[in-house]
């Protein structure tokens, strides 16, 4: 309710000066409640989902964060585009080149990477509550295309949070 009054695509200062849009401040704010949530439901023994609509906004807030965790030293000399599609949400595009990371509503050329995703699991791997193995295992995270390999390296790109 509170952000239905505001423009989502007004600019304001976040960690460190980051700009960041007030509707990716949201999206950011959902994540945090979400996995503290899950992080405090454990402590106390209790019961505990991510709806998967909250997750689906977190994954489009926080790729628009994606240049500001980009690890410098490991995307160095790395080039590569993937479309990453999150079940029941819409695709993004990402794309390395050698130490920048820049993410688009529509392809920027030819991808090299496929991601399908579930929403959720992909947000509990990304903050390091599940392991990307068992997403792998799981079948809610599926890369393919020209080179899925590439599927393994994705992540490692950015700094961990």
Excluded at 94 to 118: K, Q, W, Y
Excluded at 127 to 140: C, D, N, Q
């Amino acid at each position: 309710d509170l952000l239905a009054a505001e423009d989502l695509e007004r600019v304001v200062g976040w960690h460190g000066g980051v700009p960041i849009s007030i509707g990716a401040l949201g999206a950011v704010l959902v994540n945090e409640f979400e996995i503290h949530g899950l992080d405090v439901a454990q402590a106390a023994g209790r019961p505990w989902t991510y709806p998967q609509a909250h997750a689906l906004v977190a994954i489009e807030g926080l790729l628009s964060l994606a240049p500001h965790y980009l690890d410098k030293h490991k995307s160095a000399g790395f080039r590569a585009t993937y479309e990453v599609r999150p079940k029941g949400g819409r695709p993004a595009w990402v794309r390395f080149d050698d130490g920048l990371v820049t993410v688009h509503s529509e392809a920027p050329g030819p991808v090299d990477c496929r991601l399908n995703i579930d929403p959720v699991m992909y947000a509990l791997v990304a903050f390091g509550r599940r392991s990307k193995w068992e997403a792998i295992g799981k079948g809610k995270v599926v890369a393919w295309g020209r080179r899925p390999w590439l599927g393994l390296k994705f992540a490692s790109m950015f700094i961990p949070t």
